[in-house]
């Protein structure tokens, strides 16, 4: 490997769960984990819980009582554990990892109202909540961590990363890096490494 000053994480996150893939400066594929960011509790407490509080899929059979407040409680519960979470995963990727993390790549989140009970009025934020949740846990505690946040657009990452590599298409490139470290080696693994190589495009926040 190539010496290198600094690395990028890039994510690809799926529910509580992420993929997080971390590159050097150098290209050189350092880091593949996968993380979960809550557990024992529900993963998805906005499209679940929240929408069962204000009376939506009523009549599913999968559909639970529960009041708003004790909605609104269980969402907090989860804000809090996903936090713990992501400062407990970033602190022993940051520890793994043989030099220092600048940056963190995370798919770009849709703009949602300030607060839970809004989110879970407006069916529209209550569909993505539950992902930005998960994805604004991770920006936080990087920024924590002096990390920078770079936020990626899921439909340009491939082109993006091919840009900045210099190479019209990115896949072999890829497919090269996942041989380097064996499977599992899936379209999310791909994904976050083309967010972390393509994160120098990006403004970081």
Request: charged letters at 20%; hydrophobic letters at 45%.
């Amino acid at each position: 490997m190539h010496a290198a000053a600094t690395a990028t994480t890039g994510v690809a996150e799926h529910g509580n769960s992420a993929i997080l893939v971390t590159v050097s400066s150098n290209r050189d594929l350092l880091d593949r984990r996968r993380i979960d960011l809550t557990t024992g509790l529900p993963t998805h407490p906005y499209h679940h819980e929240g929408a069962w509080a204000v009376g939506r899929y009523r009549d599913s059979p999968w559909a639970k009582p529960i009041t708003l407040p004790e909605a609104v409680a269980l969402i907090e519960r989860v804000h809090e554990a996903a936090q713990r979470g992501a400062r407990e995963a970033l602190a022993a990727l940051a520890a793994a990892v043989p030099v220092p993390i600048s940056g963190i790549a995370i798919r770009a989140c849709p703009a949602l109202p300030p607060t839970i009970e809004e989110r879970i009025a407006d069916h529209r934020a209550q569909l993505v909540a539950d992902s930005v949740l998960y994805r604004q846990a991770l920006a936080t505690e990087a920024v924590a961590r002096g990390w920078s946040v770079r936020w990626y657009d899921r439909d340009r990452v491939l082109q993006d990363a091919a840009v900045v590599l210099g190479r019209g298409d990115v896949d072999a490139f890829l497919h090269a890096m996942g041989r380097s470290i064996g499977p599992p080696w899936q379209a999310k693994h791909k994904i976050a490494a083309a967010a972390a190589i393509a994160g120098a495009m990006h403004p970081a926040t």
